[in-house]
Every structure is written in C-alpha cells, then in structure tokens.
C-alpha cells in the first residue's frame, strides 16, 4: 500500500501494532534538560531502573539556566541551582552524554540534537518538550512526551501511542519580500486555528517548503505542536544530506549506506492523506500577534478583528479576555503601536540565519531609547559562527544586548523574564498569558520584524527600515 513518510518511518519501528492497545514502538534517540529530564532520571533511580541504552540518551541544561554572560549554576528562578544540579549528577550516574552549562557544544536541546547529528533522517526521537517536533525538518519523528512517559523511554527504549491521522500542507509559490517561516505558520494559523492540526502528523510540502533553506524548514516543523499537531515533518533532500555531513554524531563512516536510506524516505505518489491544506504562499505578508494564542494573529498591515463582526460566543469571550490583556481594542491596528522590549531567541527563532536576518537590517541602526533589546542565540555553536561573522558586534553596536543559550526569557518559570505590562515583540512561539513574564504582553514575530520594531520603537514590518 502506498504510505506517508510519517507511516513508513512509524512502521519501521513497531514493536508491537496495537490493536485494542496502543501501538508499541522503538525510540532511536532520547533528550532530556534539567527542567522534567531530571525528574525522570530520578524516579528511575528510585524505582531501581536502569536506562536501557544510555548511549542513546543525551542531555543538556537550557530551560532553567540563566542567559547572562559568565553565567553558572547560579539562577533567578527559584531552586533554579537543585534541577542543575540534579540533573549533573543523575547524567554522571546513569552514563548519559550531558551537553552542560559551559560545553562549547552546549545549546537549547532541539538544536542541538540537529546540530551534532544525534537526531537523523528516519529516526524517532523523543523529548519531554513540546517543541521536539522541530526536528521533523530533518526527515525524523519528534516526539514530546511527558516525564512519565520519558521514563518509559529511558528505561525501555519504546514508546506506546495511537499512530494519529495524517495532514498535508501544501505551500505553493514565491513568498513576498519580508516574508520567512514563521509567518508562513503565523498565517496558517489565523485561517484554521489553533486546533486545525489535532490528532495528525503533518507533512510539509510544495515548491516553496522545497526552495526554502533548511533552518527555515526547522521553524515551520517547530510550531506544529501550536498548531496542536502531534508532529511536523519535511521529506529529506540534498539540504538535509549537506547539514549532516561531518556532523559529529553522523554515520560518517558509512556515509553512502546512510544517504542512499535517506534517498528513500518520502511519501509514495499515491499516498492518501486523511486531510489535505493548499496554501498560496504569495498571499502571506509580515505577521504578527495581537492576542493569547498564535492563532490571534494578523497581517502587520491589517487590524484586529472587530468584537461585533463575531458570531460565536465563545469566540467573542475570548477575543475579549486577550483584548484586556494586551491593552488593545477591537479592530485597532497594530503598526506602529509603541512596544517596550524586543527579543530574539528560543527553539524557533534564534539560528544562524535568523540572526543573519535580523543583522541585515540592524546594521547601521540604533534600537530605539525606549526599547530592551536582547538576542539570546540557540547554540553556542551558533553564537560562535556568528560572532565569527560580526554578527554579534553589529548587534551590540545597534543596541541589543548579546547573551548565552538558553530558553529562560522564551519560558518563564520564576527567572529571567519581562516585567508586567511590558509589550514585548519576540521571535519566540508562544503568546500564552505570563509566558514571558507575569503579564507580559507578548506579540510574535518573525526576527525580522523584531529587529526593524527594535529600531522604530514601534511595530513595523522589516521592509520599512529597509527602504530608507
């Protein structure tokens, strides 16, 4: 039978095929951080449980840690030192590869995972964070779990879970002038929700996904999860072959024998999806969010949804309750509102194109007076190639201020974060309420539009900066 990429890399790894049960299936590649990682390795040491293969489990520390340079096991979030620590110890006990604080292969773990070639092509792997799906960009299934079921991962190398439906999403045609990635699911979002993707595994394709450069694939499968997908998936191409060669956790002394297994994963001609999305990319702008959920978002140029043009109650309610929030009114426009801080970082936008998009237009700039500029790169090994660039002094030299890896001011839990009734524009994925800092107001972005509102002071599209 003609199968989806999802299905052939999911059957490749049956264990056991469910029938009244879940099905049963074997996991290549286990990450954890200190956050929920170290409540796994935990509970396995005091139920007297091995990992079962440790040399497939990795580690690193990136939601707890802080991202000030010089940094150490020191953090604002309290009992921040414990879950670094613990997590140190618990990696050291159980033989587990840990990328810690001050290791130049150190970063925020989907990247990282990409990075150093652990997560490859066909391969299952799994994480107890949400955005593990990024790594569908490589032609892999990611899979965010909880600690619990991590746990099961650690101690079994296999997971238990229903197969779920099957999405494609078509994105056809040239993207406008300003345009990457994370619009593209800004705009996906706005037109079917953020519970348009429920209970599937999504392919990307089309001549756009197929022309688009892979650390731009990265974003597009990262956001799935808020498009409440159980993952996102891209076919691998000659941009996935070329990023892994060399890697150091690549099949490098079997190279040919890995690319021609590579070379055959895609979607049969004659696969059946269970739903099928067709997008014109040409009809999507500069986006961002006005609202409480991705899915609140709009064309930079256009305004917010008027409250009397809603039908639906429930809608309507919650139109209200963001609109409060955000210190916004129905049917305002968001060009030009005034914002207080601007931010670069997280697992969806902080790679070393993103941070070539943004320079690009910082160069010669000045942030605004008014503004909190930061960067936080994903990686040190992306710091690194962007400070061997310039990067990092084009954006110091603009006003931004240029830190350490780390997920904190994308995820706060008592740390770093943005003081109350601050407007943030933030290339980051989530606009949740608190979730850059108890009552925040955060508008998402692409990192070019941060850095253009960096240096307006207000919100604006990047091509704004660029003609003058």
């Given amino acids: 039978m003609p199968s989806t990429l999802f299905e052939k890399i999911w059957k ?43 040399k ?40 587990v590869t840990l990328f810690d604080i001050n290791d130049p292969r150190h970063g925020i773990s989907h990247l990282i995972s990409a990075e150093q070639g652990i997560t490859l092509p066909g391969n299952i792997v799994t994480c107890p964070d949400s955005h593990t799906c990024t790594l569908g960009a490589l032609g892999a299934i990611g899979w965010g779990v909880g600690s619990s079921d991590c746990e099961h991962a650690l101690a079994t190398s ?14 056809s045609g040239e993207l406008n002038e300003g345009v990457n990635s994370k619009d593209m699911m800004l705009h996906l979002m706005q037109k079917y929700s953020v519970s348009g993707g429920s209970g599937y595994a999504i392919e990307f394709s089309g001549n756009t996904i197929k022309n688009m450069a892979l650390e731009n694939r990265f974003t597009l499968c990262n956001m799935a999860v808020e498009f409440s997908a159980f993952t996102g998936i891209i076919a691998p191409d000659q941009k996935v072959i070329d990023y892994l060669k060399d890697r150091p956790y690549a099949p490098n002394h079997k190279w040919s024998d890995a690319v021609n297994f590579w070379n055959s994963l895609y979607s049969d001609k004659n696969a059946i999806f269970d739903e099928v999305i067709e997008i014109d990319s040409s009809q999507i702008y500069p986006s961002v969010s006005w609202g409480l959920s991705p899915e609140q978002s709009i064309a930079i140029n256009d305004s917010i949804p008027n409250i009397n043009e809603i039908t639906n109650p429930d809608k309507k309610e919650e139109l209200k309750s963001s609109l409060i929030y955000m210190g916004l009114e129905s049917g305002q426009s968001l060009m030009h509102l005034p914002i207080d801080a601007a931010f670069i970082g997280s697992c969806t936008n ?26 936080t790169p994903a990686s040190a090994d992306i710091k690194r190639n962007a ?42 994925n989530r606009n949740f309420r608190g979730r850059q800092g108890p009552a925040v107001r955060s508008h998402l972005a692409s990192p070019a539009t941060v850095a253009a509102s960096a240096i307006a002071g207000k919100i604006i599209p990047s091509i704004e900066v660029c003609k003058k």
């Fill in 387 to 428: 400070e061997r660039e310039g990067i990092d002094q084009i954006f110091k030299d603009s006003g931004f201020q240029w830190r350490e890896p780390g997920c904190s001011l994308c995820f706060y839990a008592g740390g770093e974060g943005f003081l109350p009734k601050q407007r943030v524009i933030t290339s980051t």
């Fill in 12 to 54: 490749s790894h049956l264990v056991i095929q469910g029938d009244v049960h879940p099905d049963l299936v074997y996991v290549d590649r286990i990450f954890l951080h200190e956050r929920t990682g170290s409540f796994a390795l935990k509970s396995l040491k005091e139920r007297g449980l091995k990992v079962k293969n440790p």
């Fill in 56 to 95: 497939h489990v990795f580690a690193t520390m990136d939601h707890i840690v802080d991202t000030f340079p010089g940094r150490g096991d020191e953090t604002l979030m309290p009992g921040g030192k414990k879950f670094i620590r613990t997590m140190r110890e618990l990696a050291k006990e159980f033989d």
């Fill in 350 to 375: 902080a790679r070393l194109d993103d941070l070539r998009s943004a320079a690009k237009i910082l160069k010669g700039n000045k942030v605004s007076p008014d503004v909190l500029a930061i960067c």
């Fill in 158 to 171: 296999t997971l238990t879970g229903e197969k779920p439906k099957q999405m494609q999403i078509i994105f």
